[in-house]
């Protein structure tokens, strides 16, 4: 069965250098960030090596100080993360609930949507990423699009596409009619 598992070291120390090797990995909020060590905190609070409160100080005070520090940027965090999830093909509705779920505020969120916007990035042109991976509507044989209209529709709404969208999208001719619909203007 093997060794029970050592609860985490949760000095200080310790957990900056948790902290800073999960930033080199990865992108992320405060509230995210502080999650990450929390769930430390609590297995070795499970382990009675420290008080859950006594933990979460710590942790409080790591992540103020990466904030300082500009190691952690909640606003810059949204917009690129925002941006990413875009390109590949997420609506905004999705993008605002990922970018929650990560604990960014809502203020951000707002922000990083209104980023999106002024630089052209549509919800159209992401559902067009989003069909071409998915091989929906135009991107689909003529031969199956008749008989798979309502579950590419479907698909789109499920990632929160609103319906004109997804039904200009389902609805195009020809990749080359729908990049011609989307330059016009589209929705």
């Not at 430390?40 to 942790?59: L, N, P, Q, Y």
């Not at 609103?162 to 195009?172: G, T």
Request: glycine share 8%; no cysteine.
């Amino acid at each position: 069965m093997g060794r029970p598992r050592q609860p985490p070291n949760v000095t200080q120390a310790a957990l900056e250098t948790a902290a800073l090797f999960y930033l080199e990995r990865y992108a992320s909020s405060a509230e995210n960030l502080r999650r990450v060590l929390m769930r430390r905190i609590d297995r070795a609070a499970r382990a009675g090596t420290i008080e859950r409160s006594d933990g979460a100080a710590r942790v409080d005070a790591i992540v103020e100080r990466l904030r300082a520090r500009r190691l952690l940027d909640d606003k810059a965090y949204a917009e690129g993360r925002a941006r990413s999830l875009s390109r590949a093909g997420r609506s905004r509705a999705s993008i605002a609930r990922n970018l929650a779920a990560k604990g960014v505020g809502r203020d951000f969120v707002a922000a990083a949507l209104e980023g999106l916007a002024e630089t052209g990035e549509t919800d159209l042109a992401a559902a067009m990423r989003f069909a071409r991976k998915r091989r929906l509507g135009p991107y689909r044989t003529p031969k199956e699009r008749a008989a798979r209209r309502d579950r590419d529709l479907a698909a789109l709404g499920r990632a929160g596409f609103a319906y004109d969208v997804a039904r200009l999208v389902v609805d195009a001719e020809t990749p080359e009619a729908l990049a011609a619909s989307a330059s016009a203007g589209g929705v």
